[in-house]
């Protein structure tokens, strides 16, 4: 799935969820909450991170850069069979944008490694 390989220069956030996005860039920065992030200062303080988004079917899992000005797509990926199943199993019917599993955090992982040469 060679639509990462541009983008296994980022640094991905693998805690960021959907809504602790929210918290941090739209509501700059009410996220001090046990010291577990610094929050917003300015519109340089970007995020990168994954969602599993169902509105669609099959679900998806998208790419996002987010910053105080908005949130840009960076990539969209379609799940293997097994994880479609799997996204299914975790979010029943329910139809909106979810943090990532534990099982599609490896598959993404994988999917950043650089190619063996």
């Given at each position: ?42 519109k340089g303080d970007i995020s990168n991170y994954f969602v599993l988004n169902t509105w669609q079917q099959p ?59």
């Amino acid at each position: 799935m060679g639509q990462l390989a541009d983008f296994r220069h980022l640094s991905i956030d693998w805690d960021m969820s959907p809504e602790e996005a929210v918290t941090m860039y739209l509501e700059w920065g009410n996220n001090w909450r046990r010291g577990e992030r610094s929050p917003v200062r300015s519109k340089g303080d970007i995020s990168n991170y994954f969602v599993l988004n169902t509105w669609q079917q099959p679900p998806v899992v998208t790419l996002v850069r987010r910053n105080s000005d908005g949130a840009e797509e960076l990539a969209t990926l379609e799940l293997p069979h097994t994880l479609k199943e799997h996204a299914r199993r975790e979010t029943g019917a329910i139809k909106g944008v979810f943090a990532i599993t534990p099982s599609l955090r490896s598959w993404l992982e994988r999917e950043l490694e650089p190619d063996p040469a």
